[in-house]
């Protein structure tokens, strides 16, 4: 059964009565929707009279559009985004490790990964003796494997109706919700040129719902540069074309979200940066003994005390081009030594270097390196800086930021959404100064 769009409020007191929520596809049948990105719509019940009257927050990110490239390709609807409100010319701080599905998740829960549990974009579980992997459907859209309360859950729970159009971790129910309308992740689809217009689309759909049905808080995510990053390296002409159509995409959904009139916070991020790699693969078992480990990538399992005492003495004078640790003394700096997800040893790469556990198994092919990478520490290669870009109603006008890190998002976004906001990682104190509020409470805006 579909349900129309305009009509669900009868139905949806009858769900939440039984405390039950209904997801049902949502298609361009009779509806401004686009069949090219389906979304699915949860009855999570109407907005609340509050949640009503809160301005909007269209959050988007460009996966891999390190911090320079707007300078550099002279990206003129990201830059005149930033010259309308603010930016952070010299980038904005990813969460180590510098990864697609770690920062997403640190940007909407303002945890860093070891808090929210996505460690990496894959690996092992010792307590849960399973993996979690980005290609497993099952896994992604499995709720057990996060902690925090992701932005579209906290204003679910506070009556704000929300949508993500691509998102790492929205197609699970997480604290209790997912959002009332998301899209599924199809790596067949989701970069083609009318599912990338439909996001646009889709949005401004959303927008006219009637205010009831309408969300405050929209995700939107593109794959792009990444994909071209990793496949060309992040000075290739194919990069940096990449670089300037998701440009173009942005003043697309820019435009159209001011035709609509309302009352809109544009925000453009990405999740790391990128560079060019300087070696060919940097195999650990060939330095060091590790049978009886789980790995995953570069990340070691020891299932005893003396395989993991075993593995660092072997590992630690290996090689120049990688630091090893054991798990509870890795750097403070990195906030990745308290989560068993982590693994231990942990090896930490000094430079652009692949690292890997294991060749492939028997049958399958070894290949070199990509040209691209990322994951690594931004603290030691800058080139890992993400991008930040924001203007609206809520936001000062021609206003730079020095670079922060990316955990203190959660709490201003929460701020623009008019949301109450655990407690995090990260600080509203260091983007307040780009709100027109001054990020004061409700009372201290009335002079209460």
């Known amino acids: 059964m579909r349900l129309h769009v ?26 401004a ?36 490239y707007a300078k550099r390709e002279k990206a003129s609807h990201l830059l005149a985004l930033g010259k309308q409100g603010v930016w952070a010319p010299d980038g904005m701080v990813p969460s180590y490790p510098s990864l697609t599905f770690p920062n997403h998740f640190s940007i909407v ?4 990964p070891e808090h929210h549990g996505l460690v990496a974009n894959s690996f092992f579980d010792p307590a849960r003796q399973a993996r979690y992997a980005i290609s497993d459907s099952q896994a992604v859209s499995d709720g057990t494997w996060y902690t925090g309360t992701p932005l579209w859950s906290l204003a679910e729970s506070q009556g704000m109706r929300t949508a993500c159009i691509l998102w790492p971790g929205s197609e699970a129910q997480i604290s ?46 593109y794959s792009e540069p990444d ?27 820019k435009a159209a979200l001011d035709a609509t009139g309302l009352p809109i916070n544009l925000v453009v991020v990405s999740d790391h940066g990128m560079i060019h790699v300087d070696s060919g693969w940097i195999t650990l078992d060939q330095i060091a003994d590790l049978t009886g480990f789980d790995v995953s990538g570069s990340l070691l399992y020891g299932k005893t005390e ?58 399958r092919q070894d290949s070199p390196p990509i040209p691209g990478m990322h994951g690594l520490d931004p603290a030691r290669i800058p080139e890992m800086k993400a ?9 000062v006008e021609g206003k730079t930021v020095a670079p922060f890190g990316n955990v203190n998002l959660y709490p201003w976004l929460a701020h623009l959404l008019g949301l109450t ?28």
């Not at 907005?47 to 959050?59: E, K, P, T």
């Not at 829960?109 to 860093?112: E, F």
């Not at 906001?421 to 009335?446: C, F, I, M, Q, Y």
């Open 6 to 31: 305009w009509g669900r409020l009868a139905l949806a007191s009858v769900l939440l009565a039984l405390g039950l929520a209904a997801a049902q596809p949502l298609s361009g049948q009779g509806t």
């Open 33 to 68: 929707f686009s069949p090219a990105l389906p979304l699915t719509h949860v009855e999570n019940g109407p907005n609340s009279a509050r949640a009503q009257g809160q301005h909007y927050v269209v959050l988007v990110s460009l996966d891999g559009f390190r911090w320079d």
């Open 109 to 112: 829960t303002g945890l860093y």
């Open 176 to 221: 209790g919700f997912r959002p009332s309308y998301y899209a599924t992740f199809d790596s067949k689809t989701e970069a083609t040129p009318a599912a990338q217009q439909a996001r646009i689309d889709d949005a401004v759909a959303l927008l006219s719902l009637p205010i009831a049905d309408r969300p405050h808080f929209i995700t939107i995510y």
């Open 227 to 253: 994909h071209e990053g990793h496949q060309f390296g992040p000075d290739a002409p194919e990069t940096r074309a990449a670089e300037l159509k998701v440009d173009a995409l942005v003043g697309k959904l």
């Open 306 to 363: 003396e395989d993991r005492a075993r593995v660092y003495n072997q590992l630690k004078k290996a090689s120049s081009q990688f630091v090893v640790y054991r798990l509870k003394d890795v750097p403070a700096s990195l906030n990745f030594n308290q989560n068993p997800r982590e693994g231990d040893p942990v090896v930490v790469a000094t430079g652009p270097y692949a690292i890997r556990a294991h060749v492939p198994p028997a049958g």
């Open 387 to 395: 991008s930040f870009f924001a203007a609206g109603p809520d936001i």
């Open 421 to 448: 906001a655990p407690s995090s990682d990260g600080s509203l104190n260091v983007l307040a100064g780009t709100l027109r509020d001054g990020g004061a409470e409700p009372d201290e805006k009335l002079g209460k």
